[in-house]
């Protein structure tokens, strides 16, 4: 199949001269309360997250929609949580990186942070992948994919996208 990359760069510039502007109205939300993932193993989730991550746990009490289940929160920093369930009893898949799902989560750190937990990485012997000397991308233990990015909120290589 032909892509027509003149198309494609006509509705972008069209999308941004409807949608953009220099007044942006404020956003409705507060900001992103928590993302929730699904976790096979939960301590094996906490050692991985907590202590390789460097991500605080803050809390873990039974979900509240599902008898039994774990509903664990991470601290990512600026008020935000990432959090997961555990579900016992039920048969899932594992975790699939599909057209249409979840394609990964960025997450920022302070560039100094990135060289640490890089070679943590390195370390724990979890595969990853270096993109731009800002972007770290690699999998969970339940195969969810995570960036780190060096870059502060609010801006992507170099561009503010906030």
Known sequence: MEIDYAAIEAERARIRERYLSERRAASSARGLHHF???????????????E?????????????DYRGSNHFFFDIGNGNLLAFFDL??????????VLGGLHHI????????WERLRGKLDAAGVPHQVESGSSIYFQ????????????????MYGTRVM
């Open 140 to 155: 969970d233990p339940d195969g969810a994919r995570l960036e780190l990015l060096a870059d502060p909120l609010g801006e």
């Open 88 to 97: 016992p009893g039920l048969d899932l898949e594992p975790y699939k990186e």
């Open 52 to 64: 390789l991550l460097e991500f605080p746990l803050t809390e873990i009490f039974e979900n509240r």
């Open 106 to 113: 960025a997450i920022s750190v302070e560039p100094a942070t």
């Open 36 to 50: 929730a993932l699904i976790s096979s193993d939960v301590e094996r989730t906490i050692r991985f997250y907590h």
